[in-house]
């Protein structure tokens, strides 16, 4: 059974930094496209960043220059590194993976259920 669990969130001030962690398992991220989306309250679910299968990575237009995403195999967990965080930041953040897929996309199946970021002004 594919399982992923977020950890790392927290409250931060503006301009900070956190780690996000996602602890995967039940499969390896060799053969899965995994990624990073966010939820703010009140806001439609956007994406953050994903590895493809074929290791292609993207950041959405709104973190690019302020994340990066990394995946350990050996420890099977993906981390999402956010540096200079703003108010607009604060959402529920969560990973997603899929084997069925070479990329990201709002459809992928299997979740997290969520790690919370607030950033104070």
């Known amino acids: 059974e594919v399982q992923l669990a977020e950890s790392g969130g927290g409250l931060v001030p503006a301009g900070g930094s956190l780690r996000l962690s996602c602890a995967a398992s039940?499969?390896?991220?060799?053969?899965?496209?995994i990624g990073w989306f966010r939820q703010a309250p009140g806001k439609e679910r956007e994406a953050v960043s994903c590895?493809?299968?074929?290791?292609?990575?993207y950041y959405g237009d709104s973190v690019r220059g302020r994340v990066t995403m990394a995946a350990d195999n050996a420890k099977n967990t993906m981390y999402l590194q956010l540096i200079n965080l703003q108010p607009d930041d604060t959402a529920t953040y969560y990973c997603?993976?899929?084997?069925?897929?070479?990329?990201?996309?709002?459809?992928?199946?299997?979740w997290g259920k969520g790690t919370l970021v607030t950033v104070s002004q």
């Open positions: 997603a993976a899929d084997r069925t897929m070479a990329f990201c996309s709002y459809g992928m199946d299997s």
């Open positions: 590895i493809g299968t074929d290791g292609r990575v």
């Open positions: 039940g499969f390896t991220f060799d053969d899965h496209a």
